[in-house]
């Protein structure tokens, strides 16, 4: 399974954690895992950022789509850096 979500605890843990709390995403492929972990935080009413230089596609075109896509929704774009300045 692709979405983080399909497991019932994801929802669960995310509901434990302040909902002011901004959640760094990034991994492989962007088109998929990335962007349903992505959407699905956003559909929670969660802050998100997408940390672009630590996300690969298999298809460039989708995954500008979909990070397109994710900006549209409400995430934010962020690189390893600013979210590493970020956090501590």
Same mark, same amino acid.
């Given at each position: 399974?692709?979405?983080?979500?399909?497991?019932?605890?994801?929802?669960?843990?995310?509901?434990?954690?302040?909902?002011?709390?901004?959640?760094?995403?990034?991994?492989?492929?962007?088109?998929?895992?990335? %962007? #349903?972990? =992505?959407?699905?935080?956003?559909?929670?009413?969660?802050?998100? /950022? !997408? *940390?672009?230089?630590?996300?690969?596609?298999?298809?460039?075109?989708?995954?500008?789509?979909?990070?397109?896509?994710?900006? %549209? #929704?409400? =995430?934010?774009?962020?690189?390893?850096?600013?979210?590493?300045? /970020? !956090? *501590?």
């Amino acid at each position: 399974m692709l979405d983080v979500f399909s497991n019932p605890h994801t929802n669960a843990i995310v509901e434990k954690l302040a909902r002011d709390a901004e959640f760094i995403v990034f991994g492989v492929v962007t088109e998929y895992c990335v %962007g #349903l972990a =992505a959407k699905g935080l956003l559909d929670r009413g969660r802050k998100v /950022a !997408i *940390v672009t230089d630590a996300i690969e596609t298999l298809k460039a075109d989708e995954g500008h789509r979909t990070v397109s896509e994710l900006t %549209g #929704l409400g =995430a934010r774009l962020t690189t390893t850096d600013e979210a590493l300045a /970020a !956090i *501590v």
